[in-house]
Every structure is written in structure tokens, then in C-alpha cells.
Nanobody
Framework: QAQLVESGGGLVQAGGSLRLSCAAS???????VGWFRQAPGKERDFIAA??????YYGDSVKGRFTISRDRARVTSYLQMNNLKPEDTAVYYC??????????????????WGQGTQVTVAS
């Protein structure tokens, strides 16, 4: 089973950028990697996913965030631009055997990283 480790979080000013990484060990992402985030007291929200050759984004990040994977499919990246204070959360990557219609649902993913904190100061 894959183990996932996120990195790249930190403190940034509003309007700034960060790039998160998610490294897989034990196996590749295979066909799917997803990114989610969870703010204190809130549910875990879908951010982005890459399945096959198709990418998916949550409405709140469209046009600002970009998901990518390396050719070996062992590292995924989440490039985050024009960050806003409401982007503050713990960010998680995940993988699993998820059908296309379910890529936005956190319950569909079986393997998760430990999360990395992103804080955007106003």
C-alpha cells in the first residue's frame, strides 16, 4: 500500500504563492491523485484531482491552483497562486481506486497523507 507524504506548506501573505508536494512511497499514484483541505471546525473540502489525463478543480480554486504529477507518478504537485486568507487550512493528498464520478468525494479515497499546514495572512 502506498504511503503519502505532503510538504511545502507554510505562512504566506495574501496574493502570494506556494507549491505543495505529495510524495508516494511503496507504489505509484497509479491513475489518480487528489488534494483536499480542511480548516478548523469545517469539513474536508475537495481542491483538485488528476485522473488519467484529466484534471478536476473545486470552484473556489479554479484559475488559481494547478495540479500536476511527475512522469514516474510518484510525486504530485499543487501550485497555489493568488492565495487568500480563506485558503488557510491543512492540505492533504490522497489516492485510491476512485471512479471518475466520485473524485470530488473524500470518502472515496483510501490512502491519505498526514497533511501540511497552509496559513495565508491578510
Amino acid at each position: 500500500q502506498a504511503q503519502l507524504v505532503e510538504s511545502g506548506g507554510g505562512l504566506v501573505q495574501a496574493g502570494g504563492s506556494l507549491r505543495l508536494s505529495c510524495a508516494a512511497s511503496g507504489r505509484t499514484f497509479a491513475n489518480l491523485v487528489g488534494w483536499f483541505r480542511q480548516a478548523p471546525g469545517k469539513e474536508r473540502d475537495f481542491i483538485a484531482a488528476s485522473k488519467g489525463g484529466t484534471t478536476y478543480y473545486g470552484d473556489s480554486v479554479k484559475g488559481r491552483f494547478t495540479i500536476s504529477r511527475d512522469r514516474a507518478r510518484v510525486t504530485s504537485y499543487l501550485q497555489m497562486n493568488n492565495l487568500k486568507p480563506e485558503d488557510t487550512a491543512v492540505y492533504y493528498c490522497a489516492t485510491g481506486n476512485v471512479i471518475t464520478s466520485q473524485v470530488t468525494r473524500s470518502e472515496s479515497y483510501t490512502t491519505w497523507g498526514q497533511g501540511t499546514q497552509v496559513t495565508v495572512a491578510s
